[in-house]
C-alpha cells in the first residue's frame, strides 16, 4: 500500500468514523472512497456505506419509496439488493444516531411520509444499494495494512459535498499529509 505509517494514527474504529481509501488502493470497489462506519465491533465484524459512489437510478425506482426523487448510490459491494439510508432528520422512528445528527437506517414509513409532506432534501438523506462489510479482525487487518485512514472529521456537511470530490475535500479538511494525499493523481503513469 502506499501509505508508509500509521504512527500518528488512532487505529480505533467507532460507529460515525469515516474510512477514506488510501490513494492507490488497488480494489474498484474502493477506489477513492469515503465509506461512513455504522456498526463496528472487532470481534463480530463491521458494517459500513460508501458515500462517494452515485449511481443513475433514483430511489424510487429501485424501492418501494415512490415519493423519494434522489439518486441511489452504491453502498458497497455487499448485498446490493439491500436498501439502506443515512439522514438528518430528527423524527424518523428506531433510527440509529452516529454523531453530529447523522442518524443510520428507522422506519421507512415515517420516512416516506416527511419526504411526502416536502420535508426532505437531498442534504438531509442519502439512499444506498448494498454496503460495505468486514469479518472478525479483517478492519483492523487492513488498517494495519495501511488500506484505509481513519477520519474523524464533523459529519455536518458530508451529504453537501459533490460525491466526486468527497474524498478529496475530507482529506484536505484533515490537513498535514493528508492535504498532500488529497492532490495525488489518480493515475501516477499520467503524471
Known amino acids: ?5 500509521n504512527l500518528n494514527q488512532d487505529t480505533t474504529v467507532c460507529p460515525g468514523d469515516l474510512l477514506i ?6 480494489d474498484p470497489n474502493f477506489e477513492r472512497t469515503v465509506v461512513l462506519m455504522c456498526q463496528h465491533q472487532e470481534a463480530v465484524g463491521s458494517f459500513g456505506l460508501v458515500l ?4 443513475s437510478v433514483q430511489v424510487y425506482e429501485a424501492s418501494n419509496l415512490k415519493s423519494i426523487r434522489q439518486p441511489l ?18 423524527h424518523v422512528k428506531s433510527s440509529t444516531h452516529l454523531k453530529d445528527g447523522l442518524h443510520w437506517g428507522g422506519d421507512l414509513s415515517s420516512l416516506e411520509l416527511i419526504a411526502e409532506l416536502g420535508q426532505m432534501g437531498d442534504a438531509q438523506c ?20 495501511n488500506s484505509w485512514i481513519i477520519s474523524r472529521v464533523d459529519l455536518t456537511e ?3 459535498v459533490e460525491p466526486d470530490k468527497l474524498w478529496m475535500h475530507i482529506l484536505k479538511k484533515m490537513g498535514g ?4 494525499f488529497a492532490n495525488f493523481p489518480e493515475d501516477p503513469r499520467l503524471n
Request: glycine letters at 10%; a neutral charge; proline letters at 8%.
Open 1 to 5: 500500500m502506499f501509505l508508509d505509517d
Open 21 to 26: 481509501s488510501e490513494p492507490y488502493l488497488p
Open 52 to 55: 462517494n459512489k452515485p449511481t
Open 73 to 90: 448510490f452504491v453502498g458497497g459491494p455487499v448485498e446490493q439488493n439491500t436498501l439502506h439510508f443515512v439522514h438528518y432528520l430528527n
Open 126 to 145: 442519502r439512499f444506498f444499494a448494498g454496503y460495505s462489510g468486514w469479518g472478525p479482525r479483517q478492519l483492523a487487518k487492513e488498517i494495519g495494512e
Open 158 to 160: 458530508i451529504l453537501t
Open 177 to 180: 499529509k493528508y492535504r498532500v
